[in-house]
């Protein structure tokens, strides 16, 4: 009995420093590391990919050999990412194409035209939906006119009408995962994020639907909503790169087999 105990004290103890030392929950870090079979050779079409959790995927796709395609409205800060990259085809095959989200349907239907005819157009096998506006906080009353409208045009209608303009190409091949960054404030509102979090339940209202239009028709959507991220405006990259592995890792490893995948209230932050 004795033995026994120990037994279950080791692995109780185990657990408990796992948990506290965790960078995401248990059942995200029960589905193990990311599969490079899902990555390798995939064009993938990354957007906010400037700098924050964009520049991290990028970093981390590039490492498992995807043919990426990064885009944000700064081409210089583009380049900067593009010439850290390491990879099967990075830096030298990373295609830039900035992107201006509220730029209207016929700009993004041009942006949609170019991935696609890129890698001797192979058409894009991953879109991430990352870029995202978030203005300072303030409260539900005191939101402007002007912030209300340029946060759902980059948050909202950007997202949906690019995705518009790219699914019909997918559906041609039968095949295609959209993967969007949505946030746990689309979840759960907190006071002083009135308009960033309207934006996101927006968001998960559209692809959720999208997913069950699309799930029998070879098209996966993904819909993540983590909890607070370090990005490089706070301490430092390091706990930053360390949980947006394993959030990419997660993302990845729907491979198909569940098509009504969505990551809900992560924590990435140890």
Known sequence: MMILFLIFLAIFIA???????ADADFTLLSKGNVKREEIEDKVIWVTGASRGIGEILAKQLASLGAKLIISARNEAELQRVKQQLIGKYAPRDVMILPLDLTSGE????VAVEKAE???DAAGVDYMIHNAAYERP?????????ETLKATLDVNVVGPISLTRMLVPYMLKRGRGHLVVMSSAAGK??????AAYSASKFAVNGYFH???????????KVTVVCPGPVETPNSRTGSTEMKSLQQYFATMALFDGKNNSSDLDQINLFS
């Open 15 to 21: 657990f408990f420093i796992k948990f506290l030392t």
């Open 137 to 145: 906080k303030s409260t539900a009353l005191d939101v402007t006119e």
């Open 209 to 219: 639907t999208l997913r069950s239009e699309l799930c029998r028709k070879g098209i």
């Open 188 to 193: 759960t509102p907190a006071p002083g994020q």
């Open 106 to 109: 016929e700009s993004l239907r």
């Open 117 to 119: 005819s890129f890698f």
